[in-house]
């Protein structure tokens, strides 16, 4: 084999190594790109679902059902949908820690639990408006 042939050879090995790896790691950074996004999409439907269920339980205390005039009633619809809100909240595993670091269970229950000794919505407001803001700050971090 001459020199020049041996040169060409080499020379197209190199090409077709090179290319075959840059398919490869193209491949790898595609698909990690891709994962990525997937986590942070579930993650911002998760939140959507909180969110969507801590207002829900907020309305079912600070809007009494009218069609129920039975206190019983009235109670009942809304202990229903607390343990909707919760186990909403309990289904959520990709923002759980998130949710622990800001312990959403317990002021919640703290919310359910100064309505019930005080019959009295008036601090609502202001709770809502605390734990919407911080569930919505936590999702705005996940773009």
Not at 109 to 129: I, K, V
């Amino acid at each position: 084999m001459t020199p020049d042939q041996s040169f060409t050879l080499i020379v197209s090995s190199v090409g077709i190594g090179g290319a075959l790896s840059g398919i490869v790691i193209g491949h790898f950074l595609t698909r990690s790109s891709q994962h990525k996004q997937w986590i942070r999409d579930r993650r911002l439907e998760e939140y959507k679902m909180v969110l969507a269920a801590v207002n829900e339980m907020f309305e079912a205390y600070s809007f009494p059902v009218k069609s129920l005039p039975n206190s019983f009633d009235r109670t009942l619809k809304q202990t229903e949908t607390v343990s909707r809100c919760f186990r909403t909240i309990a289904n959520c595993v990709m923002i759980a820690d998130d949710l622990y670091k800001i312990d959403l269970f317990k002021n919640l229950l703290d919310c359910q639990g100064h309505f019930d000794l005080t019959q009295s919505t008036e601090g609502f407001g202001a709770d809502r408006r605390v734990i919407v803001n911080l569930l919505i700050e936590m999702a705005r971090g996940c773009l």
